[in-house]
Each structure stands twice: as structure tokens, then as C-alpha cells.
């Protein structure tokens, strides 16, 4: 029998963590979304919860280090998968189509090294901008009563200013955009790089991966949106 | 030449025992001194080198295609007979074999036969073994099916690709001795010549398909499993790569060609639409359980065929044979389809086919019954022909599918040739003058797992073991010599008429004259025929491209150079044979009714023919191995 | 009567491995709808070499959809634009007067060109000889009774058992991977009781002989059962996942 390294660098075992740290990623998306919303609830829920996060301590960093090492490998696999399939088929065809049917070809299937390239770049901009905020040196602080009254970074304001630009708005909407191709097609092979058959189930799991993409990805375009269009000062956010 | 047929004394079921108690065994430390050459990957080639190989012999497999799995024995559809009797409904040893040695119309040695019904029963143990899927019942148990001639379920299959998974199961044998290094595996090679020194057979010379190399091969036994030589009717159910070039070119070298005239012809395949048609597809004989036979009554009624009411319809099988009706076997359909065509009756642009018609089916059973059973034919007439069988009759017309003639060999499978052995379809030893369905399937592996591992044996215990000639060995040298003349010369024609056209001519002449049936008239034209247009062939033959190189014309151009001389030998052969007796029907030679009529006095015999060179006229010495029949009697069969 | 039509067809033309090969192109007159793509290529063969020109080489056998010979990539399908049909099975009434199509090898870096539209497939053979059998020696075997087969089982298995072995999964994957070929042969043998005692085994060496021999990885695009000339589905290669892992994981 290979070694568990050899097996997960094998074929099988890289699909099969694709799949894995794939699906780490997604439930990461759903509680990111989650923390996201507070948003919209009362004035301090969004940097009493980010706030919560950043004093988490040596914990936050295994999650983030978790994390970091979840994207990275996924996107290790898929940049090694393009590569195989470069070497694999040094020379392409002169006229290609698919021919449908069971085919899962899709605009969403075919652009996943593309889709998960602009995600990677995203993401290292995204920890930038909101992490670090090294995109908006005057960032404030906030006092959180609820919290005991600690002075914590004003993560809220920054965001309801910084997506009022409307750059980094629609840059944010055009990248979730993207992401719902990536997903559409992720969520599904996920659950058949794990050894989900092809048959009823596959295409439940097929709709179902198209539902989740959406959905999952117009709660995260909606903030944007709605801060953009409302200039920051919809009803839905409290003051 | 000397006939010795080998068979073992001692009552029927006794002898393939007392066979094996008597032959000679080979030590497993001396095995691997020997090397056995095997040409052919088919059931009964792939069978043979993976059994060799589980021996311990050193084995090297050749075959034409590209992988071994490609052998045309993976086209068969219907099933392999076995004597398990799991349906108890009396089948036994002794029926497999009676009704094998009846369905060859008594032209096939009893010996032969009893022993293929015999090990019938272990290829189905070693089959399953392998993984080959057959059909089960919901117990979990193997099913069975019934087919033509027989009056017991014995069966077995794989929906319609029992051949398939067969031949798959026997490839996957050889390629585990492969990676194990016991088999050295030469796929894309031709056989072009075998070597003879001191009197037996001790290596091959082969092309190499992709670089055009030939190569010289030596070993200790050649067995050819090289399949049957349908082709030479160019239109044939075979794979368009099947050819006689192995086993002509072993002939030439002194190997007895036996019964070259019996020829199967299938009586439901696809009919011919057009010249550009390059094979025929085979339409499973199980369609005649429910469809009828029929065509119009007038010439030229060009009407469609659902307009034509039912008494201007001529159902032609129903109304000679009643009892069987549209049942009967497949040399009675053939001959009748190609009477009722030709005398201007057959239907379609060609008129070449007749009709087989389900609307009675689909009336009686509904369409949906009728779909369960045949859906996958009826799908696979429709893309072939675009036409809805559910709507509109099928056209069918017969086609080869099968020679029971083939090398001679004794009863351990080995030819006139010491050393050179030949197994499967490519040898002529069980079926006689006509096939039962289901029957190659077992011959080839029978042959091949069952036999030759035994046989071949006994002749490499009395060789010296390790003995090597050396390929630099003038045999080797000139024979070749010989195979890269004939390439060269080939080339260097530069003619007018393609190869395509020559064998399609050629095709032509014998589909006509030495096809269902034949008279003398015929046969005698059929030979001047042939040896024009061989003459013409050799003179005015287009063969393209380079020699040292991919060049599939010119794998082509030897190959139809061979069925040229081939085709020559079953005119002569069928001249000689004053009789009818299964597929070879003489017209000269029928029952009042228009039935086959044997002449068991004077031709009980298998015809082995000795090549003795090509002047212009092939010439050939007929020997006569007698057939006795201790076992069972001969009756004049009857399907009225 | 039957339809004639004018085919322009545009072939790959490659003398030999090394050759960097090129398209050519002609038009063929009065092919008849009848006529299966195969044959409509040999008569484009015979008019080449009436004028003297070469034949374009391509491969075939049996012509009725089962030795898998045939494997043409045509106007970017694999067998062409039919489901479940190998290309000698193809007929010309699937196309219409005055149609353009271009003809391509399998493109695999595992399948390199032998000259213009053959290949050499013989990686295929490599991923079976790597574990795709049963090891039972002739005569061993048990009474074909003895073990009982579900009949459900048995007929999934047959399913995978039927791949014909084209590659034509190869050729139209986006990857060039060859996982529908290996996952099918695992599949038939690892359902069946025969199959079982080599299970971990197979399925490890034969996935590791795949990767040697250059193919590409399964993205899932299930393109490979969408041209597979007998449909066997992509849930051969959700078996042979399985099977991989848990040999790994049980270590066996």
C-alpha cells in the first residue's frame, strides 16, 4: 500500500482533498456569511462579533492558520490539476465541443482554474483590506458597551464606507459573481471527488450545489449592494 | 504426407483420459527452457498464451490490432454452450456432442467433438473465475438460453456480448502474465511467414505494423490462432482486419488446408446498400423466433412493403418447411433467401434482401413485448438503416459469418507441420460442414485453455530443451527474403486498380459461385475467374506509401494476395466434393425437396489439402482422412 | 432512392511520432447517406489514391461498435455527434449537404500519434496488465455454481465490464485523464465475489500505473460518459475513489 502521502498525492487522493478542503471552505463561507449579517442587526453586533473573533488569541490563529492552509492546499490541487492537464494534452484540438447529455461542461466546470485564480487574488486583497485595513489608514475605534465597555477597531464604519466606493463595491459583486460559477460546479464535484455516484442523487446534489452558489453568494453581494445603493444610510442598518 | 489423426483407442468418453495419462509431461524446472510462439489474441490465442504462461513456458503473443483485447472474437453475441444441465432438463455430455456432431451434418471427427462437449463444463468454471458477467437468475444462480439446434437450454450468455466478455476475460489472463514477464507481448505485428528447420516448425517472421520492420522470431512450438478467412467474400459479419495471410503462408510452407468449402453463411444480417459497403452486420438469429419471412409474390413490386396485401405475399419458409417454418437452421434460411432472390422476388434498392416482418409479433404480443425482447436489435437496425422496424418490416440477407475449414490438425491440435499447432476458428477440427450457434465460442476457448496446454507438452518433451538454431539460421533468412519480395513487389506495381476494388471483384466471384450454393458449372468458372484476376491483381495492383511505415494498403495488399490463392483451393475443393453436406450445398446434390444430399459412401472424409506450388494455377494434392463413425449413426437430416 | 451529398472534410495529416504534422483538406462528392463515416472514408481513400495522393490512415476492425478500434475526434466529439454510437456505427444521413468536418486523432499525450489519425493506445494495455484481472490460473477454478451472484450486482457489473476500450473518454476529457477506462475495469471486478480478494490491490496498482503513463486528472467534468460509445457511467469513478481510499486507509 502507498504511504498516506503518496495516496493523497495520488489522482484519487488529490480530488479527494480537493473535495475535502473544498467543502472546509464552503461551511468557512456559510459562518463568514453568518458573521457578516450582524451587519444588519443592532448598531454594535458587527464589531462586537468581529471583535470577539480578534480576541480569540492563540486560537484565532490555529483557525486562521487552518484556514490559510485549507485555501492554500485547494488551491495548490487545482493549480497542479491544470498543470497535469497541460501536460496531458500538450496539443489541443483544433474544433472542441461538447456533446451534452450526462456532460457536466458548463461555463462553470470549464473556468474553475480561472474562477479559483481571481478568488486567490481576491482573497489575499480582501484579508488586506478588512484584516489589516492597510487600505484605510484613518480607521477608528469604538467603544463596546455590551462587551464590558473595551475599545475595539470600528471594523462596521469601515465597511459601510469603504463598499459606499463604488470600485470597491462592484469589484467586491463582480468577484462573488464569479464565485457562484465556482461554487456551482465545486459543490457538486465535491461530493463526487468523495465518491458520490453518478444517478438520482447526483443531480439532487447538482441542484442543490446550483441553489447553495446562489444563495450563499447573494447574501454576500447583498451587503455591498445594499450599502452602495443606500450610501450607508439604509433602514436596514442600525444607528 | 503422412495423416495420422492421432485419436486415442477406447471407448468415446475414455479417451481424452487415457490421452492425458499417456502424453508426455515437461518438468516445471525445464519449462521455462522453452519458448512457444502464439499468433493470435482471440479466445482461443489469448487463452493459450495465458495458460502457456501460468505453465511456465516463455510465451510471445503477436496479434494484427493494436491491443490483444481487439481479437474478433469480441464481436460474437449469442452465447457458449456448456453440458451443466443446471436447467435439469436432461442435456448431458453425450447430447452436446450428438447434437455438434449432427449439426456438422457428420462431417467432423467423433473423437474431436466428445472431448470439446467434455471440457464444455470447466470453461464456464474458469469464466466465471475470471469476472466474466454472465446472465444469472435472481437466486443468484447462472442462467440459461435455448438456441438453434438443440432441444435443451445449455446456453450461457452475457446479454449480447458474451464474446466480449469472454475475450475480456481470457486478455485480462494473458496481460497478468505480461507484467509478469512470462508473456512478451507483440501487439501491431503480422505474421508473415513461419520458419521451418529439419522438418518442424521453430519461429515466425513478422512486420512490424508501425516501423514496417520484419522480424525474425524463434522458438520452440508456433501455435496459430488467427481466426477464420470469411473475408475472402470481402463482405463478411468478420472484422475488417481478419485474414488467412498466418495460416495460407503455414500452408505454403507444408501445413494441410482441410475443408476450405465450408463456409457458414448467417442468414439475418443487415443487407448490402451500396458499393461503398465494407462489411455486413450481423442481426442476432433470435429475431426468427417472432418474425416472418416474407416477399412479394410479384417482381418488381416496388409498393411499400405495409401495402402489400397478405395474399400477395409470399412467406416462402412457412410454406416449404412447415414444420419449422421461419425456424429453420441457418444453412436451410440462407439457401432459401438467396432462391427467392434469385429468382427476382428479394425487395429493397438491390434487390438482395427479404423481408422480416414483426407486425403479426406486435399485433399478437404488443409492441412493448416485442421491445423488451429485440429493443437493442431493433435500435441497431434503425441506426444502420434509418429505418423503424416497429413500422416497417426489417430487410435482411445473408452474410458469411464463419469457415469450419481451416489448417489441419490431428487430435492434439498440431498441423502437418511438427511443432506448428493451430487452434480456434483457424484450425478445421470440431464443427464439421456447418456450426452450431454458440459452439466457436467454446471450440476457441477450449482449445485454448483445455487442450493445448496439454497437448503442446507432449511435443516439447521430446525436443531438446534450451536448443536454439539462432535467427541468423538461413530458414530465417530466407523465408525472410521471401516476405520482403513479395512487399517490394507489391509496391512496385504501381497500377491502376485499387486493392479495395480487386477484393471486392474477388468477393464478387466467390460470394457467387462458391457461396450458398454451387454447382460444377459454376465452380469451374469460379476458378478461371479467380486466377485472371489474380493474374491481373499481381500485375495492375495500386498499393500506396512507404514499406517502412504505418501502411495499412499494404498490410491490405498481402492479405488479398493470399485469399487470391485461398479462394482457388475452395473452388477445388467444393469441385471435388460430389456431394451436399451442410453449408456446402451442390446443386447437383439435392433430395427431391431441394434438401442437402449426402454421400456418406464416397465422401465421409475431411479433404486436407498439400500445397504444391503456384504456376499460373494453384496446385494442390488432396489426402482423405477417413471419418469413422463407431459412436453415432448417420441420418439424413430433415426440417419438413 | 437514397440522398447523395457533398462532405468537406478537413483530416490531420501526420507522417509519423516525430512529424509535426498538418490538416489537409477535401471534398467529397456523392457520399450517400447510407454509407457509414467509416466507409465514407475509405472511399475518400480510394479517390486519394486514384490521384496519387496518400491515403489518410486511420484505425478500425470489427465495424459493428465492439473492438473499439475506431476512435475519431470529429468536429471536436469524440465518435462523432451521436450518443452511445462508435463512429463505424455513425452513418452519413447524421450529416447534411454541404457540411464541413474536420477529423482529429485523440489528442493524450499517453495516446501518441502513430501517423495521421492512429494512435497508440497501448497505455490502456499497461493499466489492465497493472492489476485488471482476476488472479486464477486455468483449471483452478470452482464450480461456476458455487458462489451465488446477486443478480443486481451481477448486472452492475456487467455494466463497467462492458468498455469497449476506445479511449474515446480519453480524447473528449478536458484533462486527458483516463479515469472512466481504469474506474470501469475496477469497478466490474471489485463488485464481483471473484474480484474481492484483490480489491485493495488492483485499485491502488492500477492507479498508479494510470498517473505514470501521463494521463491527466478526473475534474468531474463527466464529458467521458457524455461520448462513451456504450454509456458506461461516471460512477465508475466514484467506485475506484472509494476503493483507493479505503485501501489506504485500512492499510491493506
Known sequence: MPSLIKALNSQVGRKFMTGITGIGLMLFLIGHLAGNLTIFGESQAFNVYTHTLESLGPLLYVIEAGLVFFFLYHAILGISIWRQKKKARPEGYDTYQTKGGPSHQSLASRSMIISGTVLLVFLVFHIMHFKYGLFSPDEGTVILESAGGVEARDLRALVIAEFQNPLIAFGYIAVMALAILHLAHGAWSAFTSLGMKHGETSKKVQLGAYIFAIVLMLGFIFIPLYIFLTGGEGSLIAY | MKFDSKVPGGPLEEKWDKHLKDINLVSPNNKRKYEIIVVGTGLAGGAAAASFAELGYNVRSFCIQDSARRAHSIAAQGGINAAKNYPNDGDSIWRLFYDTIKGGDYRSRESNVYRLSQVSNEIIDQAVAQGVPFAREYGGNLANRSFGGAQVSRTFYARGQTGQQLLLGAYQAMMRQVHKGNIKYHPRHEMLDVVVIDGQARGIITRDLVSGELCRYEADAVVLATGGYGNVFYLSTNAKNSNVTAAWRAHKRGAAFANPCYVQVHPTCIPVSGDYQSKLTLMSESLRNDGRVWVPKEKEDDRHPNEIPEEERYYYLEERYPAFGNLVPRDVASRNAKMVCDDGLGVGETGLAVYLDFRDAIDRDGKDAISAKYGNLFDMYENITGENPYERPMRIYPAVHYTMGGLWVDYNLETTIPGLYAAGEANFSDHGANRLGASALMQGLSDGYFVLPYTIGDYLAKQEPGKRYGTDHDAFQEAENEAQAQIDKLLNIDGNRTIVDFHRTLGKIVWDKIGIARNEEGLKQAIEEIRELREEFWQNVKVPGEKNNYNKYLEFAGRVADFFELAELMAEDALNREESAGCHLREEYQTDEGEALRNDEEYSYVSAWEYKGLNGKLEETLHKENLEFEFVELKQRSYK | ?252
Open chain 3, 1 to 252: 432512392m437514397s440522398k447523395e451529398m457533398t462532405i468537406h472534410l478537413k483530416y490531420w495529416k501526420q507522417n509519423g511520432p516525430n512529424d509535426t504534422g498538418h490538416f489537409e483538406e477535401y471534398t467529397l462528392d456523392n457520399v450517400n447517406e447510407h454509407m457509414s463515416f467509416l466507409e465514407m472514408l475509405d472511399v475518400l481513400n480510394e479517390e486519394l489514391m486514384l490521384e496519387d495522393k496518400e491515403p489518410v490512415e486511420f484505425d478500425y476492425d470489427c465495424r459493428e461498435g465492439i473492438c473499439g478500434s475506431c476512435n475519431l475526434v470529429i468536429n471536436g466529439q469524440a465518435h462523432g455527434p451521436k450518443q452511445r454510437v462508435a463512429v463505424c456505427q455513425l452513418h452519413m444521413r447524421n450529416y447534411n449537404d454541404g457540411d464541413h468536418v474536420t477529423i482529429e486523432p485523440p489528442r493524450a499525450a499517453a495516446f501518441p500519434v502513430i501517423k495521421d489519425l492512429v494512435v497508440d493506445r497501448s497505455s490502456f494495455d499497461r493499466i489492465i496488465e497493472a492489476g485488471g484481472y482476476v488472479s486464477v490460473k486455468t483449471g483452478s477454478a470452482v464450480e461456476a455454481n458455487a458462489i451465488p451472484i446477486e443478480k443486481e450486482k451481477s448486472d452492475a457489473a456487467f455494466d463497467y465490464a462492458t468498455c469497449i476500450g476506445c479511449g474515446a473518454c480519453v480524447a473528449a476529457c478536458p484533462n486527458a485523464s483516463a479515469s472512466l477506462f481504469t474506474g470501469a475495469k475496477i469497478a466490474h471486478l471489485n463488485k464481483l465475489p471473484q474480484g474481492e480478494v484483490e480489491r485493495s490491490n488492483r485499485v491502488v496498482a492500477m492507479v498508479e500505473q494510470m498517473e505514470e503513463e501521463g494521463f491527466g486528472d478526473c475534474s468531474n467534468f463527466a464529458e467521458c460518459e457524455a461520448v462513451c460509445p456504450v454509456g458506461i457511467s461516471i460512477s465508475a469513478i466514484a467506485e475506484m475513489r472509494k476503493d483507493y481510499m479505503k485501501a489506504v486507509v485500512s492499510g491493506e
